[in-house]
């Protein structure tokens, strides 16, 4: 086996296929299918969307690897001893008077390249060199876009100490912090004493390091990057995979697939086209083995959640009404280029919404199973439970459409109670609690329930 979680996965799907068969069976009766009930299924995560936390890690090649997209850092002034700060969180003026920090003095880096950066500030604003044009040096975060080079810093790392830095505006000087209202970019020295203006010494959250497809891309560039996951997919995930899941009880898979597949074969940069030509495999090689194929879009525009898996920039969930007509468009692509595959489950139209508008969703929902429609009336369209609300929330909404399930989450793995319990422990609370749980979620006349994730603790 290429892949190393699929044998611990493959315990876990006996373990929700023993406490599910039940509910599936009962909202069977209701709900006509072209293939039988319940589907035991793993979930083929951090093949075609890159999750950090999966070993091995393809993000040790990066240079300057812990400056990716997203990391959050701050810069004190060694002469002041004080912290840069976005004034107000941002629109307004930069300056170096606070002896501690928090979110003022806390930037979000967008990667430009190894050692450019643009500075995101806790209002979503960017920080900018004022009148540059006219010789200005003040340096404002009123920026709504990072799209010119007014926006664009180098970070200079000393080589001694790396996390001594000078920062280098887009004029060509260095920042420096003449006083603690006055931090400007016209400094020309090349002095790194700690006497001097224009060093700074650079916290890096390492906590709050984000790493998923955007980082991975991005932080290899476009030459290296498509040398890079294509030899991952090709290897991650292979046939002999498929094989050996259905010899062990297995028929179907959940593939979670970003928002550029639709785009392919040149999705906007940093993202690495071909994700659909290693999707139809899975397609080839489920009707070889017979299992079934859930497409599940798990990275949304605009990011639907914040986090890594969901591919986004700097960790800022931003997804919402606005981004509906784009994620529209993958739904369509996915529906209409696998919607006559005969081995083809199921479309989930997003994968763990969370602090985004119930209204919105429920919009996004509606214009997504029409738009699957349009392509299959046999594959179910799958509507992922948001993670920051009841279970229940969307079961009479739901129960408004013809061949749908709703996506239920449960994790083990980021609870510390769970942490205590071996793998067999693990297991028994998912067959027993969790079966609870679920139970409660079945009405005869309503949607189906699948848990499309449920990570347990080793």
Known sequence: MNNPFLFSFLNLVVALYLCSSHFVAVAEESQNTSFSLPLRAVNLGNWLIIEGWMKPSLFDGIPNKDLLDG?????????????????HGGGSIIVANRTNARGWETFRLWRVNET????????????????????????????????SSTETFQIVRNDGDPNKVRIRAPNGLFLQAISETKVSADYAGSSWDDSD??????????????????????GYGPEKAPEIMRGHWNTYITEDDFKFMSENGVNAVRVPVGWWIAHDPTPPKPFVGGSSQILDKAFTWGEKYGIKVIVDLHACPGSQNGAPHSATR??????????????????DFLAQRYGDRANLAAI???????????????????????????HTSNAYVIMSNPLDRDSKVLLSFAGGFNRVAIDVHYYNLFVPKFNTMNVKQNIDYVKNQRASDISSLTKSNGPLIFVGKSHITN
């Open 314 to 331: 700097d960790g800022y969930q931003e997804w919402g009404d606005s981004y509906i007509p784009d994620t529209l468009a993958t739904i």
């Open 348 to 374: 989930e139209l997003m994968n763990e919404p969370q602090r985004v508008d119930l209204g919105s969703l429920q919009k996004y929902y509606k214009a997504g199973y029409d738009a699957v429609r349009k």
């Open 116 to 147: 450019f950066f643009n500075f995101r500030v806790s209002n979503k604003q960017f920080i900018s060199l004022d009148n540059q044009g006219e010789g200005g040096n003040s340096l404002v975060a009123n920026s709504d876009s990072a799209s």
């Open 71 to 87: 990391t959050q850092v701050r810069f004190m002034s060694t002469k002041l001893q004080k912290y840069l700060s976005a004034e």
């Open 197 to 218: 203006p224009s060093v700074f010494k650079m916290i890096v959250l390492t906590d709050s390091t984000i790493r998923g497809e955007y980082q991975i891309t991005n």
